[in-house]
């Protein structure tokens, strides 16, 4: 993907946390060509931006929201509705919006901005901040085909990107955007493993981190099924497929899914709120 999408656009960020940040790593350079403000209602994180990538320093909501071509939405959802009400009358119709403020839908968004604004929500995770981000966007009504390729590239620059319909975003909430908290708990049980044995704990978790970040890239970079890429380490009477039975034993599968499943029904009752 080319940069083309964003080419000559100027992007505001209202809040300007840890996300936040990450994604500006990823668009430094817009930074750098004095196309990126931000605005945040604590300035001290605002100082850094603007120290460590030039990010220029909007003084309000409205200031931003009518300078800007793309206004990303990156703070908590109980904030939304007070920043869209600070930005509705100055955000022209032509504007871009994208929220990744999670379980609030398109249609929220619509309902407090106004039925022709262009929005899209986005579902990023926090490996975004490593720049190894898994973001899923999906579209509102009234979002082009161009406008999903900005939002796209924008994400794309601080990991993956790809488009979903809004209706899996719950499911999405459950593997990627609560994934990492899996993975983390699998690596601390592998590191705690070592550790039993005698295993240093810093050289434990390096290990079990880097176990599970070479396995993840072999999955990507083959495009293989995780089934097949786990029967060519399972040797006939080995070690694997003695710690394989433990693990199904045990649920292992059935436990993970059913944590995406709860993770997925909490998400969807927190958009019904």
Do not use: W
Request: net charge neutral; with cysteine; proline share 4%.
């Amino acid at each position: 993907m080319t940069a083309s999408e964003l080419k000559g656009k100027f992007i505001g960020f209202i809040g300007a946390g840890n996300m936040a940040g990450a994604m500006i790593t990823g668009l430094s350079d817009i930074a750098r060509e004095d196309r990126l403000s931000a605005y945040d209602i604590d300035s001290t994180k605002l100082i850094g931006l603007s120290d460590k990538y030039g990010v220029e320093i909007t003084p309000s909501l409205e200031a931003l929201a009518a300078k800007t071509d793309i206004i990303i939405i990156a703070v908590k959802p109980d904030a939304v509705p007070a920043v869209c009400d600070g930005i509705r009358d100055a955000a022209h119709d032509d504007r871009l919006i994208i929220s990744i403020a999670a379980g609030i839908s398109t249609a929220s968004l619509e309902k407090m901005l106004g039925q022709n604004k262009k929005i899209v929500r986005a579902m990023p995770n926090t490996p975004l901040l490593a720049g190894e981000g898994m973001t899923v966007i999906t579209a509102g009504k009234n979002a082009t085909g161009d406008d999903m390729k900005a939002a796209e590239e924008i994400f794309s620059r601080s990991g993956r990107a790809i488009t979903l319909p809004e209706k899996m975003m719950d499911a999405v909430t459950g593997i990627s955007g609560s994934g990492p908290a899996y993975v983390f708990t699998f690596i601390q049980a592998m590191a705690d493993g070592g550790v039993k044995h005698g295993i240093p704990r810093d050289k434990a978790v390096l290990l079990a981190a880097q176990t599970v970040l070479g396995s993840a890239k072999l999955v990507l970079q083959t495009g293989e099924e995780p089934f097949t890429l786990r029967g060519r380490v399972t040797s006939p009477g080995g070690t694997t497929i003695e710690a394989v039975h433990v693990l199904e034993r045990g649920g292992f599968s059935g436990i993970v899914m059913d944590a995406i499943e709860a993770a997925a029904q909490k998400s969807r009752k927190l958009g019904e709120k």
